[in-house]
């Protein structure tokens, strides 16, 4: 192989390398020599130029992360002190669905002191919580999955490690299934596992959920033949693209509804069934109106990356709604006693 005279800047480092060889014992060298140890010398610098960007990368991506979820933190906060009175002080929680999204990112989220994540497929949650740095880097971290749960899938998700709560059983025959897995999986354990009900209260068939009128049935159920289940709560994805300027959502005073209604059938008290409904889109409406659980993903992560597929057209915003659409939505909101 043969190389290019080279001449001002080029020429030093060619001395340069010169001088690698001379460090390394060839003090008289062949040019074959020479274009060996170049081509090492090349590697070596773009080797650890590579670290030096992946570095880099690290750390714009830590302080991208931080930022935007301490200012996703901030608006929960301040969405549940807009809240009425009357509704049960149950402080929200937010849940960072990191879907799509690499290890590094959910590793960064918990070091800023973020410990509740959400996936919505089994797979997906299987290998982002049996990572090895996220094992080591996150004992403390509580996995929810959100997404729909096939039969032929629970005993996968129910070996995750870190499970906190399966938010998506939208069956009797579910529930069931999930209750014999937990109690064949986790023998040596009397931890019993937090799920939520899910309810289809859009009546959207793209929506996987219960019919709100089976939610009491489904949850006495669940509650006298599930001895390994903790029911939690009910749990809704609202219509996208709803406008507030109509209005409440009524998606979420439809699951406001079902909790009233199983509270007072089965004697529960509100504050002990949470709400899980809101997402990124519309996560403050939901909590000032008594959401107790919201899903928010590609605020605090940024838009997510699905391989082989276009680039999706941004998400609908909501307008802001007007002082007359705020006042009917007050008088809409459903007050919990």
Request: with cysteine; glycine share 6%; hydrophobic share 35%.
């Amino acid at each position: 192989m043969s190389r290019e005279p080279v001449t001002g800047a080029a020429n030093g480092f060619t001395n340069g390398v010169d001088l690698f060889l001379v460090s390394c014992g060839s003090h008289s060298s062949t040019n074959t020599q020479k274009d060996f140890y170049f081509d090492r010398l090349i590697t070596l610098l773009l080797l650890t130029h590579g670290r030096w960007i992946e570095g880099m990368w690290k750390v714009g991506m830590s302080e991208e992360v931080g930022k935007a979820l301490q200012a996703v933190v901030d608006r929960v906060n301040q969405a549940a002190a807009r809240r009425p009175k009357t509704l049960p002080a149950v402080p929200p929680r937010l849940v960072a669905v990191s879907k799509t999204k690499p290890p590094d990112m959910v590793i960064e989220a918990y070091r800023k002191g973020h410990r509740n994540f959400g996936e919505n497929y089994v797979n997906e949650l299987v290998d982002k919580a049996s990572n090895p740095q996220i094992l080591e880097s996150c004992p403390e971290i509580e996995w929810h999955f959100i997404g729909h749960l096939q039969k032929n899938n629970v005993n996968k998700l129910l070996g995750v490690p870190n499970l906190f709560m399966v938010e998506t059983v939208d069956s009797v025959k579910l529930a069931d299934k999930v209750n014999s897995s937990w109690l064949r999986l986790r023998t040596a354990s009397t931890q019993t596992l937090k799920i939520m009900v899910q309810i289809n209260t859009s009546g959207e068939e793209s929506k996987h959920g219960l019919p709100p009128g089976e939610t009491v049935t489904t949850v006495k159920h669940i509650l006298s033949k599930c001895s390994a289940l903790h029911f939690s709560g009910l749990m809704t994805i609202g219509r996208y693209g709803y406008d507030l300027a109509d209005g409440p959502n009524p998606d979420f005073q439809a699951l406001l509804s079902r909790r009233q209604e199983v509270c007072a059938s089965l004697q529960l008290p509100l504050e002990d069934v949470e709400l899980s409904m809101g997402m990124s889109t519309d996560f403050e409406h939901a909590i000032e109106v008594g959401s107790t659980n919201v899903r928010v993903g590609s605020t605090i992560f940024g838009n997510r990356d699905y391989p082989n597929t276009p680039t999706p057209s941004p998400e609908r915003k909501s307008k802001v709604p007007t002082e007359e659409a705020a006042k009917k939505m007050e008088r809409l909101t459903v007050t919990e006693q």
